[in-house]
């Protein structure tokens, strides 16, 4: 039996097409339990769930009063009753393989966990939400990782999005860890790996995250994943729960900003900021150039969702460093 945990809050915009595409999986509906584990949502999330819950009983509604997504896959796993477990997100839909590819895998490869590429897409297309889908899709947006960037052929690694996991992982390694508002995955996927364990990313399915359509949107939700970078290690006390990718927009925001503030003080430090930041534009707009001829999208859009990107999230991990002494 497969037990599948969605962390779920006001998701009302994105929720019809999730459930649909859980609908059309090809795997058993008697050996499927779905938990969407909901952060007391003031929109029409529950209702839209519990429509569909009257057709398809598989389908529960799970209260989180703690609204935070660790309490709420922590909670889904300890009501689960199947033999594996599978996170899924409600800004994500899921080609109808992906239960059964990613439950087949973590057999054969005697697994701890097993993941697919994540494509990223949006919901509503014109000039400018294109142009955030190749930034959020791009190696200079995200960095490295190949759960982003597309597989031919199963590779071990030290992280996937989501998960799938034989519920014995949790009584093993432990469940989530309920300090951390994000990089929960990140960081149990870690603690796996120091276990001894084996995670991998398989072909042959893959699922289509719908990122947010606005800068503000990308910057806000950046913004946290920076600080809780920061955050993470903190509270883990351990470097490694996370990647140096990670980190890499911090030293870009502390590379301009620094020279910045020291030109207060001792004036030609400004034009060590003026380099950083043209150097940095100089790139980018090679980069932007580049993508705006080959794939026929907005030059400018391109320049800014690469910027947005970058500094919300350097300065996310910078705010993160500055709250350390300040945490209980």
């Known amino acids: 039996m497969l037990s599948v945990v969605?962390?779920?809050?006001?998701?009302?915009?994105?929720?019809?097409?999730?459930?649909?595409?859980?609908?059309?999986?090809?795997?058993?509906?008697?050996?499927?339990?779905?938990?969407?584990v909901d952060g007391m949502s003031t929109d029409r999330t529950r209702e839209i769930i519990k429509r569909y819950a009257l057709c398809y009983p598989f389908l529960r509604v799970l209260d989180n009063p703690q609204k935070i997504v660790p309490y709420a896959m922590n909670k889904g796993i300890l009501e689960a009753r199947g033999d594996v477990i599978v996170r899924i997100d409600a800004h994500t839909l899921y080609e109808k393989n992906y239960f059964s590819v990613l439950v087949k895998h973590l057999?054969?490869?005697?697994?701890?966990?097993?993941?697919?590429?994540?494509?990223?897409?949006v919901l509503h297309k014109n000039p400018k939400t294109l142009t955030i889908r190749e930034v959020l899709s791009n190696k200079w947006g995200v960095g490295n990782s190949i759960?982003?960037?597309?597989?031919?052929?199963?590779?071990?690694?030290?992280t996937v999005p989501f998960g799938c996991w034989r519920r014995d992982v949790f009584d093993r390694y432990g469940l989530y860890d309920e300090r951390l508002v994000r990089n929960q995955d990140i960081e149990l996927?870690?603690?796996?790996?120091?276990?001894?364990?084996?995670?991998?990313?398989?072909?042959?399915?893959?699922?289509?995250?719908?990122a947010r359509e606005s800068y503000a949107g990308?910057?806000?939700?950046?913004?946290?994943?920076?600080?809780?970078?920061?955050?993470?290690?903190?509270?883990t006390r351990q470097l490694s729960s996370l990647s140096l990718r990670h980190?890499?927009?911090?030293?870009?925001?502390?590379?301009?900003?620094?020279?910045?503030?020291?030109?207060?003080?001792?004036?030609?430090?400004?034009?060590?900021?003026?380099f950083s930041f043209l150097a940095y534009l100089f790139l980018l707009g090679g980069i932007s150039l580049n993508l705006a001829f080959s794939k026929k999208l907005n030059f400018f859009y391109l320049l800014i969702s690469f910027m947005v990107l970058h500094v919300s999230y350097g300065w996310g991990s910078l705010i993160g460093i500055l709250k350390l002494p300040f945490i209980k």
């Open 147 to 158: 759960f982003r960037t597309g597989i031919d052929k199963i590779v071990e690694v030290d």
């Open 218 to 235: 990308i910057a806000k939700n950046n913004y946290g994943n920076g600080k809780w970078n920061i955050l993470t290690v903190y509270y």
């Open 189 to 210: 996927n870690k603690r796996i790996l120091r276990g001894g364990g084996k995670i991998f990313i398989v072909p042959n399915t893959y699922s289509t995250y719908l």
């Open 6 to 36: 969605c962390p779920i809050y006001n998701e009302e915009k994105y929720i019809d097409q999730c459930i649909q595409s859980i609908i059309a999986q090809d795997y058993p509906k008697d050996d499927l339990e779905v938990f969407f």
């Open 107 to 121: 057999y054969c490869l005697q697994a701890d966990n097993v993941g697919a590429v994540c494509k990223t897409d």
């Open 247 to 274: 980190f890499v927009p911090l030293v870009f925001v502390i590379s301009l900003l620094l020279p910045l503030l020291l030109t207060l003080i001792y004036f030609p430090f400004f034009y060590i900021f003026s």
